[in-house]
């Protein structure tokens, strides 16, 4: 979400044991609900998988996020194509209903 005063700030943020310094336009609030939805995330990972590096849990993180976004976006489709169904059922419905309109 962008900040309201449009100015570039940096946001120190700690995720999975590592503090990062996060520089943007964004709110303050929401780059650190981002970055504790990753921290734990990461942290879910690295107990199910014992033994993995942080890169490697890093990299499982960011594949759960893309299958993630992967779902979200097919499903923002479907509902789309289920719209547009929707919407040309009832315009062809309209119009056979509706009376022609002569051009004079």
Same mark, same amino acid.
């Given at each position: ?24 336009? &964004? ?5 650190? !609900? ?8 990461? !942290? ?7 033994? !993995? ?12 996020? &893309? ?9 923002? +489709?479907?509902?789309?194509?289920? &719209?547009?169904? +929707?919407? +040309? ?16």
């Amino acid at each position: 979400m962008p900040d309201i005063s449009g100015k570039e700030q940096v946001v120190k943020v700690v995720i999975f044991g590592e503090e990062y310094p996060i520089r943007g336009h &964004a709110d303050p609030e929401y780059i650190l !609900r981002v970055a504790e939805y990753v921290d734990k995330n990461m !942290r879910e990972i690295a107990l199910r998988s014992k033994n !993995r590096s942080p890169q490697k849990i890093a990299v499982l993180t960011a594949l759960n996020f &893309a299958g993630e976004l992967l779902e979200l976006k097919d499903k923002n +489709k479907g509902e789309m194509s289920e &719209a547009e169904t +929707k919407a +040309k059922n009832l315009l062809d419905l309209l119009d056979s209903t509706l009376p022609d309109s002569e051009t004079d």
